[in-house]
């Protein structure tokens, strides 16, 4: 017989590896599906750097131990919590560590269908093997949810991709390149693949590149401190409202928080990265695309500028580093009874104060608990406070406890 536990974990990045650690502190029967900080291995290019401070990049474990900061002094790696930026490499060393630590029995499968039964839910596992579960925690992150602009999408892939198949910033080296937008994955992906020798042209309808300020060389003085508190996503009052109250934000009419989710924090670069982009990476803004066409082999995408006169740049290639936006309709695992079950705005889960769907035992969080928790649910800081409080919630349910070694045990 098909045993079930209390808990299924869908995604093993820094969400899904931070509310593990906290069950498994806690005692609380789990399982765990997913590779290990996939996202960031596998679609993000190499040689990138975060553009959140150190001290902003932990996972979150019981006791609080597992920080970055404290992986980089046990690997002699120089680390400061806001002066020294973040590399990819580190970043994914230190989860994958994390994750060895701390989320030891981790599956890595991926889930491919996930059913509601009568007492839980049914997992189809890519392994062939099928998993029950009571509850389930969704921790998938960004990649299901890329997003390419319709005037784009019409193309075939030999002339388009999406910025996350570019985890080698060198592959389109010796073309001709058009990369759309002008946020931090936009910048670092051009920047980068300058540097690879490709040929890039950066277009977007912003009027002005913004990049961070870089950290003051002196620590900042107590008025300063005062008028913009430091906080994980950024300084000032409002972004430590965002960081320190996600819940008193859950509370904020929709229309508020749906509006705030999607203007706060806008496109930006992070400072290190403006000394090797401005003057060497050629870029084109205030152009919003109308269309793109094949012709001769060649992209030719048609812009107009805010003067309403049309441009046509022309280019081997466009790749759009337009973001992520969360859609449960691109979620092609959940069945579709299950889906339609789903309240929902905007396409987005409406969730309770503790992470639930609409239906029972269905938990959304990361970037997909945005329009309800607030802007630092778009980054690894949120992982802390959603851990914290699922974990609580879940060991409150008073789930009857299982034999974890039969949990193990999953039928074909």
């Known amino acids: 017989m098909q045993s079930q536990s209390n808990v299924a974990i869908v995604g093993a990045g820094p969400y899904g590896l931070s509310v593990a650690a906290h069950l498994r502190a806690m005692g609380i029967n789990f399982r765990i599906f997913g590779k290990p900080m996939f996202t960031w291995s596998e679609q993000m290019p190499k040689g990138m750097t975060l553009k959140s401070d150190g001290f902003a990049s932990s996972l979150s474990d019981a006791d609080g131990t597992h920080t970055i900061g404290a992986f980089c002094k046990q690997q002699g ?82 002339y388009l991709s999406h910025s996350a198949a570019h985890r080698d910033p060198s592959k389109l080296r010796g073309r001709n390149v058009a990369v759309i937008g002008s946020g931090a994955s936009a910048l670092d992906l051009a920047t980068l693949m300058h540097e690879n020798g490709t040929d890039v ?30 906080t994980g996503i950024g300084p000032g009052w409002k972004s430590k409202f965002f960081t320190d109250a996600p819940i008193a934000f859950h509370f904020l009419p929709e229309e508020t928080r749906l509006r705030i989710v999607k203007r706060y924090l806008g496109p930006s670069g992070g400072w290190w990265l403006k000394d090797r982009f401005i003057g060497k990476v050629p870029h084109k803004l205030g152009l919003t695309p109308q269309s793109a066409e094949i012709r001769d082999g060649k992209v030719h995408v048609t812009l107009k500028d805010k003067s309403n006169h049309s441009i046509v740049h022309v280019a081997d290639h466009i790749v759009t580093a337009t973001g992520y936006r969360v859609d449960l309709r691109l979620l092609q695992f959940l069945s579709p009874d299950l889906l339609a079950q789903i309240d929902n705005v905007q396409n987005t889960p409406i969730l309770s104060s503790v992470f639930q769907s609409s239906v029972p035992g269905l938990y959304f969080i990361g970037v997909s608990s945005a329009n309800s928790f607030g802007p630092v649910m778009r980054f690894a800081f949120g992982a802390d406070y959603t851990a914290k409080r699922i974990a609580k919630h879940l060991a409150a349910q008073k789930v009857p406890a299982r034999n ?9």
């Open 201 to 230: 042209t950066v277009l977007s309808r912003r009027s002005a590149l913004k990049f961070h300020a870089p950290p003051s060389p002196s620590p900042a003085s107590l008025w300063k401190k005062m008028r913009w508190p430091q």
């Open 77 to 158: 790696i120089h680390y400061d919590d806001t002066r020294v930026p973040v590399s990819l490499d580190t970043f994914v060393a230190y989860g994958q560590s994390f994750q060895k630590h701390l989320v030891p029995d981790i599956e890595e499968t991926l889930v491919s269908k996930i059913e509601k039964t009568p007492s839980g839910f049914r997992l189809h596992l890519e392994d062939g093997s099928t998993a029950l579960a009571d509850r389930i925690v969704l921790a998938i992150g960004i990649s299901y949810f890329q997003y390419t602009p319709e005037v784009f999408a019409h193309l075939p892939a030999e």
């Open 404 to 412: 974890q070694a039969a949990v193990t045990a999953t039928v074909s």
